[in-house]
């Protein structure tokens, strides 16, 4: 029992024997004007407690003294010589659980006192006749008291004992969380680092064309660094204490990154991918945009691993709400499917689908976990719905902040047709693939207000074409195959013929047939519908311009060599002028001999560490006049880390291994607009 349930107890036994104290007063006729005192005394034991206005200690201090007087002055008068040692045992018992052991001295100490009054044969009662019935009655009553006070002792003695080891073992378990943050900085330092190492040699290895070797280790590396974020995050959600880091972010980049993942997941097969993006989503949205992309990497990793045929169909949607929209996402697949057991094990911990060391599918068993615990932590919540044999289908919601309410997907004012969706439908040997193309088109056109007809055959498609203004045909690629010839024919009139297909299908020489690269969703179809065979950057939203910062000094600190040699290859594709340093007291000699524009420090160097080598290059800067900026490159990506070097004093920071999507975005900020030039090749 807690200590707010302690107390109610005993008051609540207290208000019991004021009740029988009152009445035995009254019975015998006992002194008129402490039935009043004994009410006052109950009402306002019971009003401390709910108001909680006095600690805890006062209140446990005035609740004993209200007793002890309670049982003093039944105990004194001669009716109640037998009742004493009873009304004592009762006490103990019951004040016991207040842990307070000078409450069983004086409750033992007032036993003897009663006793000693009601032994001397005070006037104004009858004499006690000391036979040897009443002799053994007293010697029962004190034997009994004197064990009740040993037990009441003796468990109070343990509960404190228990309570000190407790106490004592919060503080280690205090002392091995911080330890565990620091194990977590290191090791996530100590691993981050060679595998930075690896993904940028292997980036220069296949910049020099050496081989698909060079890819498969880059491959490698990536997968690594995912596994060792992965660990991270499932120690900071089992923790809870996982950090967000809002930003403003696209939509469509949520898509994006699930398309690149399905394409780069070397599981994938002959899996299907179909994306189900919502054209009223908002273009612009804040939140997490990092987590919001490791919830999707995991959910899709998690449905590619345990579907063996068939494929995966991505929902995206928002609903309005007063602080701004509930960001929907849903991953169903047509895998193996989970039992109801299954679904409770993973808000507990690790979970996989098969522990043997011959189980074919992949991964530590942490995606689903960590799902649950950003979402929660940001505000959201999972449901998980799945039968064995018959698929799963996961949902997420996630309260985001918008920044800009337009869609993120519109059609051009002045289009005016019809759209057909030529699609057979018995070429799909899992049919909940077919349900999955049947729902994604309908939905974009529900969505965009276009006419969308089905043609499962060339016979309907040619009847449709007659009767209706068909401007755009969507096909699939076996579709296109079957009856190449035709849709070449009908790609040379009005119509827009676009095929969703993989990089090997080939299209005849002037062919005017649209090639949209799988899987098919929205974007790209938006594209196809607003600018016709004519369309270009198919994938915008996946081919951005890469800055460069021409003639930019920068100085690349780091006590590791070979992540010098990583960053100033990747820095150089910028045409940044790099110059490096192999310790922080290297750094400060050099910024006070040249000036940078930029300085990449890493955190954990021998001698001195980042932070402060980046606090003296600062003030040296003050004094002589400049200004200098300074961004963490470091290892140490724990949660919340980036907050903790700014509030040091870092302009930016990124992560190792190096994202270029991060250090464009940190080093446009950082810069002023002068030294930034978005004239570099799209990549």
């Not at 035995?24 to 709910?50: K, S, Y």
Request: negative net charge; aromatic residues 8%; contains cysteine.
């Amino acid at each position: 029992m807690n200590q707010n349930n302690n107390e109610k107890l005993i008051l609540f036994v207290a208000t019991l024997a004021s009740v029988g104290m009152i009445m035995e007063n009254i019975l015998m006729g006992w002194e008129f004007w402490v039935p009043p005192v004994i009410v006052v005394g109950a009402v306002l034991l019971w009003m401390i407690q709910l108001s909680g206005l006095i600690e805890y200690s006062v209140r446990k201090a005035l609740m004993f003294i209200i007793a002890g007087l309670l049982i003093f002055y039944h105990g004194i008068h001669k009716t109640s010589f037998f009742d004493i040692s009873l009304v004592i045992v009762v006490a103990m018992i019951i004040y016991s659980l207040l842990n307070s052991l000078y409450m069983m001295h004086i409750l033992l100490l007032e036993f003897f006192i009663l006793m000693f009054i009601q032994l001397i044969n005070l006037p104004g009662g009858k004499p006690i006749v000391y036979d040897r019935i009443t002799v053994s009655r007293i010697l029962l009553h004190l034997c009994i008291v004197l064990l009740i006070y040993y037990v009441s002792v003796r468990s109070i003695n343990n509960r404190l004992d228990d309570a000190e080891e407790n106490r004592i073992k919060d503080e280690r378990i205090a002392l091995n969380d911080t330890s565990m943050e620091d194990f977590l900085s290191n090791i996530s330092h100590e691993l981050r680092t060679p595998v930075n190492v690896v993904n940028g040699m292997s980036n220069l290895l296949i910049k020099r064309g050496v081989g698909s070797e060079a890819d498969s280790i880059k491959n490698a590396g990536v997968r690594l660094a995912y596994q060792i974020e992965d660990i991270q995050d499932y120690t900071e959600c089992r923790r809870q204490k996982v950090f967000l880091e809002e930003d403003n972010y696209m939509s469509t980049s949520l898509i994006n990154d699930v398309v690149t993942s399905f394409r780069m997941n070397e599981n994938a097969g002959k899996l299907e991918l179909v994306v189900d993006l919502s054209p009223s989503v908002p273009t612009m949205m804040r939140g997490d945009i990092k987590k919001l992309h490791k919830i999707f990497r995991h959910l899709l990793e998690n449905a590619i691993k345990f579907t063996r045929a068939g494929g995966i169909y991505v929902k995206m949607y928002t609903e309005e709400t007063d602080y701004g929209v509930n960001l929907m996402i849903e991953m169903t697949d047509t895998g193996i499917g989970m039992d109801k057991m299954a679904i409770k094990q993973i808000t507990a911990g690790m979970y996989q689908a098969n522990k043997k060391r011959n189980r074919s599918s992949g991964g530590i068993g942490l995606g689903l976990f960590i799902v649950y615990g950003f979402a929660h932590e940001m505000g959201g919540f999972v449901k998980i719905e799945s039968e064995k044999r018959s698929g799963t289908t996961v949902r997420v919601t996630i309260p985001q902040k918008v920044v800009e309410a337009r869609p993120c997907l519109a059609l051009d004012e002045d289009y005016d047709g019809v759209v057909l969706f030529h699609v057979r439908p018995d070429k799909y040997k899992v049919p909940r693939l077919r349900d999955f193309y049947r729902n994604m088109a309908a939905n974009l056109a529900h969505g965009i207000k276009v006419p969308l007809y089905p043609a499962e055959t060339v016979y309907e498609v040619e009847r449709l074409k007659e009767k209706l203004h068909v401007t755009h045909i969507f096909m699939g690629q076996e579709e296109y195959e079957e009856n190449r010839g035709y849709f070449e024919e009908l790609a040379k009139e009005d119509i827009v013929v676009a095929v969703s297909a993989g990089p090997d299908v080939k299209v005849p020489e002037n062919s005017r047939v649209v090639l949209m690269p799988k899987p098919l969703y929205a974007y790209p179809a938006i594209k196809v519908l607003n600018e016709g065979r004519d369309v270009r950057n198919i994938e915008g939203c996946e081919s951005t311009e890469r800055p460069v910062f021409k003639d930019c000094n920068v100085l690349v600190v780091d006590d590791e060599p070979m992540n010098l040699v990583v960053a100033t290859s990747l820095f150089r594709d910028y045409e940044m002028k790099v110059e490096t340093a192999g310790s922080g007291r290297e750094a400060i000699r050099k910024c006070r001999d040249d000036q940078y524009d930029l300085v990449f420090m890493d955190h954990m160097m021998p001698e001195m560490d980042g932070v402060e080598a980046m606090k003296q290059i600062k003030a040296q800067a003050a004094d002589l006049g400049q200004k200098v900026s300074v961004i963490a490159l470091t290892a140490n990506a724990v949660s919340g880390a980036r907050e903790m070097f700014i509030q040091e004093g870092f302009d930016g920071f990124i992560a190792k291994p190096i994202n270029t999507a991060d250090f464009e975005r940190v080093v446009q900020r950082v810069l002023t607009g002068s030294a930034v030039d978005m004239g570099g090749e799209a990549r």
